[in-house]
Protein backbone atom coordinates (compact mmCIF):
# COMPACT_ATOMS: atom_id res chain seq x y z
CA UNK A 1 0.00 0.00 0.00
CA UNK A 2 1.30 3.59 -0.83
CA UNK A 3 -0.05 6.70 0.60
CA UNK A 4 1.18 10.53 0.40
CA UNK A 5 0.35 12.87 3.19
CA UNK A 6 0.94 17.12 3.55
CA UNK A 7 2.52 17.74 7.11
CA UNK A 8 4.54 20.41 7.85
CA UNK A 9 7.34 20.23 10.36
CA UNK A 10 5.59 21.45 13.53
CA UNK A 11 4.23 18.27 13.49
CA UNK A 12 6.46 15.62 11.65
CA UNK A 13 7.01 13.08 14.43
CA UNK A 14 10.90 13.19 15.04
CA UNK A 15 12.58 10.33 16.82
CA UNK A 16 16.46 9.50 17.66
CA UNK A 17 19.15 11.92 16.97
CA UNK A 18 16.91 14.11 14.45
CA UNK A 19 14.99 15.33 17.82
CA UNK A 20 18.88 16.99 19.03
CA UNK A 21 18.86 18.69 15.35
CA UNK A 22 15.23 20.01 15.29
CA UNK A 23 15.57 21.08 19.11
CA UNK A 24 18.21 23.48 17.40
CA UNK A 25 16.33 24.70 15.04
CA UNK A 26 13.33 25.28 17.24
CA UNK A 27 15.87 27.60 19.58
CA UNK A 28 17.28 29.13 16.48
CA UNK A 29 13.72 29.92 15.60
CA UNK A 30 13.86 28.63 11.88
CA UNK A 31 11.94 26.12 11.87
CA UNK A 32 9.55 28.14 8.78
CA UNK A 33 13.17 28.39 6.95
CA UNK A 34 13.51 24.83 7.53
CA UNK A 35 10.28 23.61 6.06
CA UNK A 36 11.05 25.92 3.01
CA UNK A 37 14.33 23.99 3.13
CA UNK A 38 13.06 20.57 3.38
CA UNK A 39 10.63 21.31 0.41
CA UNK A 40 13.58 22.86 -1.32
CA UNK A 41 16.05 20.03 -0.87
CA UNK A 42 13.40 16.74 -1.60
CA UNK A 43 11.71 18.88 -4.65
CA UNK A 44 12.98 17.15 -7.43
CA UNK A 45 12.43 13.51 -6.29
CA UNK A 46 10.37 11.58 -8.55
CA UNK A 47 8.75 9.71 -5.69
CA UNK A 48 8.20 11.72 -2.46
CA UNK A 49 10.41 10.84 0.01
CA UNK A 50 9.31 8.50 3.39
CA UNK A 51 9.40 9.94 6.77
CA UNK A 52 12.71 8.07 7.27
CA UNK A 53 14.25 9.61 4.44
CA UNK A 54 13.46 13.47 6.38
CA UNK A 55 14.09 11.80 9.68
CA UNK A 56 17.40 10.71 8.98
CA UNK A 57 18.44 13.69 6.97
CA UNK A 58 17.90 15.80 9.53
CA UNK A 59 19.51 13.45 11.89
CA UNK A 60 23.01 12.31 9.35
CA UNK A 61 23.00 15.36 7.42
CA UNK A 62 22.84 17.87 10.70
CA UNK A 63 25.86 19.26 9.13
CA UNK A 64 23.70 20.32 5.88
CA UNK A 65 20.98 21.37 7.45
CA UNK A 66 22.81 23.96 10.10
CA UNK A 67 25.10 25.03 7.20
CA UNK A 68 21.86 26.33 4.71
CA UNK A 69 20.22 27.76 7.83
CA UNK A 70 22.62 29.83 8.74
CA UNK A 71 24.06 27.77 11.67
CA UNK A 72 27.42 26.46 13.72
CA UNK A 73 28.06 23.08 13.86
CA UNK A 74 26.87 23.30 16.97
CA UNK A 75 23.35 24.05 15.78
CA UNK A 76 23.89 27.98 17.49
CA UNK A 77 23.44 31.13 14.93
CA UNK A 78 26.58 32.15 13.37
CA UNK A 79 27.64 35.25 14.72
CA UNK A 80 28.39 37.76 12.54
CA UNK A 81 32.27 38.01 11.76
CA UNK A 82 32.02 42.19 11.45
CA UNK A 83 31.10 41.99 14.80
CA UNK A 84 34.99 40.81 15.99
CA UNK A 85 36.10 43.59 14.60
Keep these: ?17 ACDTIRDIKDAELMDELQEHLEMMFADCEVPPTDTEINDYLWHDRA ?12 KPKEDEDEDE
Excluded: H
Excluded at 1 to 17: A, C, I, N
Excluded at 64 to 75: I, K, P, R, S, T
Design 1 to 17: MYYQTELDVWKFPWWSG
Design 64 to 75: QVYEALGLDENG
